[in-house]
């Protein structure tokens, strides 16, 4: 997959050879260090609906063999000669991306590389700034430059950090932008795993906190969480109930919903910010947006800045998701039970495993 070069590091990883294929076990050459780089030894790889996507070709442009994952936490194996951040044996994650120009606003603001203008280099199923692909964390080993590589606290487990470098910085960026707090109503759209990670940290920063989700099954659990009140968007009623109350509603479902229902949900200046997905394009009346001064936004991860301050947020108020450890055999297994949404929340590769 990659040009022989005697000091590059072969490594083994699941790939999927074309689109929907099952995994298979293969090695790839991850490339010689550079200045700047840091070799990082695998521990964990968390499961995100978006590797699903991806490996399934659902978004189209899809480069195969693909090694999907970005939800990587591991151990500094060895450093560049100018790494001046991680020394070997510290821990540390790699998120949604690994490389951006440098050089636009949004890299030299420091906060936002994820809009990077030139093309934010994607961890997987991208194209490096030389034209190689990447390749993602279903693998023992990666390589990234030391500026797109973050340290996970102590007080986190390495399984259970996985998971917040898409799921947590997904949800924390945009309750942070939209100023989620004390005397503020916030609602999390869908308790799966980026919902049951919003949850946690709306509380954690104060705010008013409503689940809303499909059917009462998850209630219990959302008020564990930290939810303060729980409606199943099933019955016709909570919308009638809820009309107008809400200064936030972040929508982690990748399904389409009912737009002006949920438009109908926020107070005056209320936005209804999107972190899901859907595959399809959502409908809305421009009336719903226009009677109450409404916004529709949407929110990309967050950038490497920010990935470090959720991760320290998270240790410090012990926020964690709620995960199950797999073995590399299961991953067929688990995208299948993703779909069905028979996972409680978020599934972790254990790249020991592999």
């Known amino acids: 997959m990659c040009n022989n070069h005697k000091n590059m590091t072969t490594t ?10 099952p995994f298979e076990k293969t090695t790839i050459e991850r490339r010689e260090l550079r200045p700047h780089d840091i070799l990082i030894d695998i521990k ?13 070709g659902e978004w189209g442009g899809g480069i195969f063999p693909m090694v999907p994952g970005h939800e990587i ?11 001046t951040k991680y020394v070997v044996g510290d821990r540390v994650g790699v998120g949604c991306f690994v490389d951006s120009c440098g050089e636009c606003e949004y890299c030299l603001s ?7 203008m030139k093309g934010v280099i994607n961890t997987y199923n991208g194209l490096d700034y030389d034209g190689n692909p990447t390749y993602g964390g279903y693998s023992q080993k990666i390589v990234v430059t030391e500026g797109f590589v973050v340290r996970i606290p102590d007080g986190l487990d390495m399984d259970v950090a996985s998971p917040l470098l898409c799921a947590g910085i997904t949800t ?6 939209w100023n989620a707090g004390p005397g503020k109503k916030v609602a999390i759209v869908g308790m799966g795993g980026l919902g049951h990670v919003a949850i946690q940290f709306a509380h954690a920063m104060g705010a008013e906190v409503t689940v809303l989700s499909r059917s009462n099954n998850k209630k219990e659990k959302a008020l564990e969480f930290g939810a303060d009140h729980y409606f199943a968007t099933s019955d016709p009623a909570t919308f009638t109930e809820l009309a107008g109350r809400f200064d936030l509603i972040l929508n982690t479902v990748s399904a389409n919903l009912d737009v002006d229902a949920y438009l109908s949900l926020l107070r005056i200046d209320g936005t209804l910010v999107n972190v899901g997905a859907p595959a399809e394009p959502d409908k809305y009346q421009v009336f719903s947006l226009i009677m109450g001064r409404r916004s529709i936004a949407g929110s990309l991860v ?3 800045r920010e990935t470090q301050e959720m991760l320290d947020f998270a240790a410090e108020h ?7 450890v797999i073995r590399a055999d299961q991953v067929d297994e688990a995208y299948e039970r993703v779909l069905k949404s028979d996972v409680r929340y978020r599934f972790v590769i254990d790249i020991s495993t592999l």
């Open 73 to 83: 936490a591991g151990v500094v194996e060895a450093v560049g000669t100018e790494v």
């Open 44 to 56: 964990f790889s968390g499961i995100c609906h978006s590797d699903i996507h991806s490996a399934f």
């Open 318 to 324: 012990a926020i964690a998701p709620m995960i199950e």
């Open 12 to 21: 083994r990883v699941l790939s999927v050879p074309s689109a929907k294929a």
């Open 302 to 304: 967050g950038g490497i």
């Open 172 to 177: 924390f960026s945009p309750l942070k932008h």
């Open 110 to 116: 420091g906060e936002e590389e994820q809009y990077c």
